[in-house]
């Protein structure tokens, strides 16, 4: 069965780093993109980063560009959330998922088709 598992969340003081890690088994990692999506308290879920299945494709939503990097090890089946210069309102619930090709890099959540059960980031002002 496909299982995603996040991990490396916690709590860091504004202009901090933190680096989200994202475990993936049960399909073959690599013929995937993969995405990442944060969930702030009461509001949507939104798109923050994908990377296509080779790693050789990334998109950005504007609020992390330049801050966030999204990368990926295929030999590991882990994709990972680089988050520097983190500011207060970037606390959310962190979810990384499969997208349903090797190329979809989508803002739409209706193109990933498994989920992980999140990661909390708490930046502190």
């Known amino acids: 069965q496909v299982q995603l598992v996040e991990s490396g969340g916690g709590l860091v003081q504004a202009g901090g780093s933190l680096r989200l890690s994202c475990a993936a088994s049960?399909?073959?990692?690599?013929?995937?993109?993969m995405g990442w999506f944060l969930q702030a308290p009461g509001k949507e879920r939104e798109f923050v980063a994908a990377i296509s299945g080779s790693g050789g494709h990334t998109y950005y939503a504007d609020s992390v560009k330049g801050r966030f990097t999204i990368s990926r090890d295929n030999f590991k089946n882990t994709v990972y959330l680089q988050m520097n210069s983190l500011k207060p309102e970037d606390t959310a619930v962190y979810y990384c998922a499969f997208s349903r090709g090797p190329e979809l890099l989508s803002v739409r959540e209706e193109f990933y088709d498994y989920w992980g059960q999140g990661t909390q980031v708490t930046v502190a002002s």
């Open positions: 049960g399909r073959t990692f690599s013929n995937y993109a």
